[in-house]
């Protein structure tokens, strides 16, 4: 989960397009800090910790309402959408037909912690269908599990790449660059998953996946979350930016991190 955290905290400093739409920025600086995507990250992996490996659909979907609302109620003000936040503090939370990209950006825990893809696949639309059940908001957060999975499984990224067209049908043949020249803060699953597969399948690395990410302008915070995310499965995170990282989240944060780090090594 560091890989989405760290996007997120290295993106946010440059959402609608502060940034410049480049490469060339400084990883951390005043305006870094981390937002909704990573509270919710953080949600995510509690509760799929704490309803365990072998639990259902329901008894996972359960954990994830008791765990977002729990998370999103300490940090009330990180940045959540409208719709999410009424969820968050309603006292019978209903999905509300989401295809934002929210149900992408806090998925990454279920990239980690199952054997098959199609338990991984599972529980990702279980942690989406709770409040982002639109088949678009459920297959972003599917897509982006697969790819996590399928990427600390060794496939190349040709194999990652054509399990995502043909299992999801998302269309990332777009160029990095055709896709900053449009002007657009879109925060929907079809807008940022193409973009963050395009980041993450050109990237080298994976602090050259995250400013890949964040060179697209717009919702950044969320697209480096995204392909922090994926590009964690494939390349790892630096020790240095681990380090990093557990520096710059309050301590209750930290220990869940640290927690879920223990239980995927
Ligand atoms: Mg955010």
New binding site residues.
Partial sequence: MYGAILG?IIG?AFEFDRGGKTKEFPLFCEESTW???TVMTIAVAEALMEAGRDATVPEIEAACVKSMQKWGRKYPY??YGGRFIHWVHSDDPHPYKSYGNGSAMRVSAAGWLYDTIERTREVARATAAVSHNHPEGIKGAECTAAVIFMARQGATDEAIAEYVKVEFGYDFSESLDAMRARHAHVESCMDSLPKAMRAFLDGTSYEDVVRNAVSLGGDT??LGAIAGAMAEGFYGVPEDLKKECLERVPKDMRTVIERFDALIS
Wanted: zero cysteines; proline letters at 0%; charged letters at 45%.
């Fill in positions: 997120d946010s937002t909704d995507d990180a940045g915070d969320t």
